[in-house]
């Protein structure tokens, strides 16, 4: 994996989730969403954990957070 391939391939992910909840609804998006979510994590864990292919990593951290609150707090 170098720098680029993760880069895309997180961005790719966050583009299905917002992409998910506008075609599908928030409701209907949520369980999927959730999915994308633990997979961004997981993936960022592995590749990422030194922060070697992103340094600002606040940033993701930031949107998953957002996007995981959104879908546990009353949200859909």
Request: charged share 30%; no cysteine.
């Amino acid at each position: 994996m170098n720098r680029e391939t993760y880069r895309a391939m997180i961005r790719g992910l966050i583009a299905t989730i917002i992409e998910k909840e506008v075609v599908l609804g928030e409701a209907d998006a949520k369980e999927s969403v959730l999915t994308i979510l633990g997979l961004i994590e997981d993936l960022d864990l592995f590749w990422n954990s030194n922060m070697e292919f992103e340094e600002n990593a606040e940033h993701l951290q930031h949107f998953i957070n957002k996007t995981r609150e959104k879908y546990t707090l009353g949200g859909s």
